[in-house]
C-alpha cells in the first residue's frame, strides 16, 4: 500500500474503483483484500474515488432524480411547507433562500418560483432528509397531499443508499487493514442514524452570466461526514481537488459511476491517510440546470471519533486529537457561521 506521506504524482482524473467484490453475496474475501488496497491507493491520493459495482440499481436512481425534479417543479409557496428551520438544527426539510453558505456564496441568481415582490435571489436549494427514528435531527416532511409517496420513497431510498455506504465503509476498514477492535469499533459508530440525504437542484445560469466560464456554484469545502456518496445528473460541475498539482480535477459524469470522498471524520479515524476532499461545483454545460444528490455518511454524532491505534503506531504519530461529530460539528458552525 502507498506510505503516508509519500509524495503524490499529479493526476487528471478521478481514478475508478470497482467495489462489486463487496456488493456481491459471494463476497470473495481474496477479492475483496485486493479491492481494499487498490481503494488504498487510489483513495489515499486525493481523498476521491469514482465507485462502479455499487449495487444501486439505474432504474432507483433514475426514479430519485424524478422525485427531485417533481419536488423542486413545486411552486416555492408549496416547497415552504416543509421549511428547513433558522438556526442549525434539525439540518432537514427545505431550503430555497440561499441562507446556506457551507462555502462562500458566489453565484446569485433570480429565482422565479415566486411572484412578484416575494423575488428572492438563489443559486441553489435542497432538501434534507434524515432517518425517522432521529430525534435531534428529526425530518421536517411536506404534508403528504402536497407531494404523495414523496416520504415513503425518500425514506426506502435512504436506507438503500446506506446499504451501498456500508459496504464501502466495509471497504475501508479493509484498506486500512484495522484490527479486528477497531474494525468492529469503527462499523458501530456508523448506525445509518445520522446519515443525511440531501436534493439539491442548482437553477440554470442566466445567459449573461456564462462568460465567466469558472462561475461557481458550489463554492470549495471538504464535507464534515465520514465520507459522502454522490450522483450526479449527466451535466456535470463537480470537480475534486489535486493536492499534487494544486489543479481542480472533473468528476465526469460516467453511467453506473457514484463518487465517494472522504469526509473530515474518516480523515481523523485514518489519521490522515484519507485525506478529506476539497471540492467545489462549477458551471459546465452552457449553464444548465443540475441536480444532484449528496449523501453524506457520517459517525454516530455522540461517537469517539480518533485515530485508530494500529494507524497512529503505522505512523509514529496520532494527528487529531479525539472529538465527537456533535462537538466537531458545532465548532464548525460557530466557526464559519453558516447560518445568519
Ligand atoms: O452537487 C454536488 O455535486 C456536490 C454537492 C456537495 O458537495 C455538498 O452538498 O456538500
Ligand atoms: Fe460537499
Known amino acids: 500500500m502507498a506510505?503516508?506521506?509519500?509524495?503524490?504524482?499529479?493526476?487528471?482524473?478521478?481514478?475508478?474503483v470497482d467495489i462489486s467484490p463487496f456488493t456481491s453475496s459471494d463476497g470473495d474475501f481474496e477479492l475483496q483484500k485486493g479491492t481494499a488496497q487498490d481503494l488504498a491507493e487510489k483513495g489515499h491520493i486525493n481523498g476521491c474515488i469514482g465507485i462502479?459495482?455499487?449495487?444501486?440499481?439505474?432504474?432507483?436512481?433514475?426514479?430519485?432524480?424524478?422525485?427531485?425534479?417533481?419536488?423542486?417543479?413545486?411552486?416555492?409557496?408549496?416547497?415552504?411547507?416543509?421549511?428547513?428551520?433558522?438556526?442549525?438544527?434539525?439540518?432537514?426539510?427545505?431550503?430555497?433562500?440561499?441562507?446556506?453558505?457551507?462555502?462562500?456564496?458566489?453565484?446569485?441568481?433570480?429565482?422565479?418560483?415566486?411572484?412578484?415582490?416575494?423575488?428572492?435571489?438563489?443559486?441553489?436549494?435542497s432538501y434534507e432528509i434524515g432517518s425517522e427514528e432521529n430525534k435531534i435531527q428529526y425530518n421536517i416532511w411536506l404534508p403528504e397531499e402536497v407531494f404523495p409517496g414523496f416520504r415513503e420513497f425518500t425514506t426506502k431510498f435512504y436506507w438503500e443508499l446506506n446499504k451501498t455506504a456500508m459496504f464501502i465503509l466495509d471497504a475501508l476498514i479493509l484498506s486500512l487493514e484495522f484490527t479486528e477492535d477497531e474494525a468492529n469499533n469503527v462499523r458501530a459508530l456508523h448506525s445509518g442514524h445520522d446519515?443525511?440525504?440531501?436534493?439539491?437542484?442548482?437553477?440554470?445560469?442566466?445567459?449573461?452570466?456564462?462568460?465567466d466560464q469558472y462561475a461557481s456554484r458550489l463554492g470549495a469545502h471538504t464535507d464534515w461526514s465520514a465520507f459522502t456518496l454522490l450522483f450526479q445528473d449527466t451535466h456535470g460541475g463537480l470537480q475534486f481537488l489535486d493536492r499534487a498539482s494544486g489543479e481542480?480535477?472533473?468528476?465526469?459524469?460516467?453511467?453506473?459511476?457514484?463518487?465517494?470522498?472522504?469526509?473530515?471524520?474518516?480523515?481523523?479515524?485514518?489519521?490522515?491517510?484519507?485525506?478529506?476532499?476539497?471540492?467545489?461545483?462549477?458551471?459546465?454545460?452552457?449553464?444548465?440546470?443540475?441536480?444532484?444528490?449528496?449523501?453524506?455518511v457520517p459517525?454516530?454524532?455522540?461517537g469517539i471519533i480518533e485515530p485508530q491505534p494500529s494507524r497512529v503506531a503505522k505512523d509514529?504519530?496520532?494527528?487529531?486529537?479525539?472529538?465527537?461529530?456533535?462537538?466537531?460539528?458545532?465548532?464548525?458552525?460557530?466557526?464559519i457561521n453558516v447560518y445568519d
Do not use: C
Open 316 to 335: 509514529g504519530k496520532q494527528m487529531y486529537e479525539p472529538v465527537t461529530f456533535a462537538e466537531y460539528s458545532e465548532q464548525m458552525f460557530r466557526t
Open 52 to 125: 462502479t459495482g455499487h449495487g444501486v440499481s439505474p432504474e432507483l436512481l433514475a426514479e430519485a432524480f424524478a422525485v427531485a425534479k417533481k419536488l423542486f417543479d413545486l411552486p416555492y409557496k408549496e416547497k415552504m411547507k416543509a421549511p428547513h428551520p433558522d438556526g442549525p438544527t434539525p439540518h432537514r426539510g427545505y431550503s430555497g433562500t440561499g441562507r446556506e453558505r457551507a462555502a462562500a456564496k458566489t453565484e446569485a441568481e433570480t429565482w422565479d418560483g415566486l411572484d412578484g415582490e416575494e423575488k428572492i435571489t438563489d443559486y441553489k436549494e
Open 299 to 302: 459517525p454516530d454524532s455522540h
Open 195 to 211: 446519515n443525511q440525504l440531501r436534493l439539491l437542484h442548482y437553477p440554470p445560469i442566466e445567459s449573461g452570466r456564462l462568460e
Open 3 to 16: 506510505v503516508h506521506g509519500a509524495k503524490a504524482k499529479a493526476i487528471h482524473e478521478v481514478p475508478i
Open 248 to 296: 481542480f480535477i472533473d468528476a465526469v459524469p460516467k453511467e453506473g459511476v457514484l463518487y465517494m470522498n472522504i469526509g473530515d471524520m474518516f480523515q481523523r479515524i485514518s489519521n490522515g491517510y484519507y485525506p478529506s476532499a476539497l471540492h467545489r461545483v462549477v458551471v459546465k454545460d452552457s449553464g444548465a440546470a443540475r441536480y444532484s444528490i449528496p449523501y453524506f
